[in-house]
């Protein structure tokens, strides 16, 4: 079956890096477009960051744009999140997420999410 | 970028009651393009509604999505007590995608 692991997850200072990462199995992984999507503490989702199946094309939120970096390793099926100068306002649950088919497509399957603090 | 509303708030309502709840979008959007997911605590989103009214794998009749344009609605026929969650729309037709703010169906 579909799953998508997410790990990197914690407390740490503003300004500072962090690296998440999503382990996918159960799929056809370079055949899909990935998504990261964000949760702050009792708010709504937002997308933050998006690859295409073959890592060509990349779209991040203007909220983090220039900070964050998107990549993927399709010979290991994992997704990365490459979070620099956090702030304080980057603090939510960090989801992966698989656009169901082709562009344009809903998000059918997600991860359960790791959760970032940044905090001094 | 797309706006989605989504209306209301909070819905209290009782187990076996008809639940309605709205998603506005501003600007309008095909209904090819509007999903809805449903979030437990503690939960990742899962994909109810896609194309506005077609349901994902798995998902019970009583589920329905409709509208078009700038209105659509996710009804719920007769409330189980597992229904009780977080609802959202989101647009994906249009980048970047977007979600509506959510509404908590609450046991009343």
């Known amino acids: 079956q579909v799953q998508l692991v997410e790990s990197g997850g914690g407390v740490v200072q503003p300004g500072r890096s962090l690296r998440l990462s999503c382990a996918a199995s159960g799929f056809s992984f370079n055949s899909y477009t990935l998504y990261w999507v964000r949760q702050a503490p009792v708010k709504g989702l937002e997308w933050v960051a998006a690859i295409s199946y073959d890592g060509a094309y990349k779209s991040y939120a203007d909220s983090v744009k220039g900070r964050f970096t998107i990549s993927r390793d399709n010979s290991n099926t994992s997704l990365y999140l490459q979070m620099g100068s956090l702030r304080a306002e980057d603090t939510a649950v960090y989801y992966c997420a698989r656009e169901s088919s082709g562009r344009w497509s809903p998000f059918d399957y997600w991860g359960q999410g790791t959760q970032v603090t940044v905090s001094s | ?108």
Do not use: M, N
């Open chain 2, 1 to 108: 970028e797309i706006v989605l509303t989504q209306s209301p708030g909070t819905l209290s309502l009782s187990p076996g009651e008809r639940a309605t709840l709205s998603c506005r979008a501003s600007p309008s959007i095909s209904s090819t393009y509007l999903a809805w997911y449903q979030q437990k605590p503690g939960q990742a989103p899962r994909l109810l509604i896609y194309g506005a009214s077609s349901r994902a794998t798995g998902i019970p009749d009583r589920f329905s999505g409709s509208g078009s344009g700038t209105d659509f609605t996710l009804a719920i026929s007769r409330l189980e007590p597992e229904d009780f969650a977080v609802y959202y729309c989101q647009q994906y037709g249009s980048s970047p995608y977007t979600f509506g703010q959510g509404t908590k169906l609450e046991i009343k």
